[in-house]
């Protein structure tokens, strides 16, 4: 009877446990406010895993451009998302990187499904230097 109980009890783990670890449920949604950026300026956004066991994901939008989405995000992880603006490609490459941080902090994704929605600049503060 032991032995069934533990039986049952690690299969129930293992399941959970792998369930966890591989749901891709989540999302991050990105916006620009335009004004104040403009439509010749682009901002990149990082999704960056806290612990790094997680993804480390990008995207860039453009002034006036509608919001993008990154999906297939771990669930049950938490992340890091940064933002840096700038107006041509070649101009990244000069600025730091995630030179603007979300103002909330870390982003933690509690359920599958979750998603969280930001806009820059007006959710970020930005260190620019």
Sequence with gaps: MLNKLFAVSFSTLV????YAENDLSCKVEFAVSTPPVQL????AF?????DSTGPNKSLTVRGGSAPQTIDSIACFNAYTISATLYSTPSNLATSPIGQCTLKAGDVSFNNSGD???????NDFICNQG
């Design 40 to 43: 010749i300026h682009s901002v």
């Design 15 to 18: 399941c959970f446990a792998a």
């Design 46 to 50: 990082n999704v960056n895993s806290v």
């Design 115 to 121: 998603s969280v929605s930001v806009v820059f600049p």
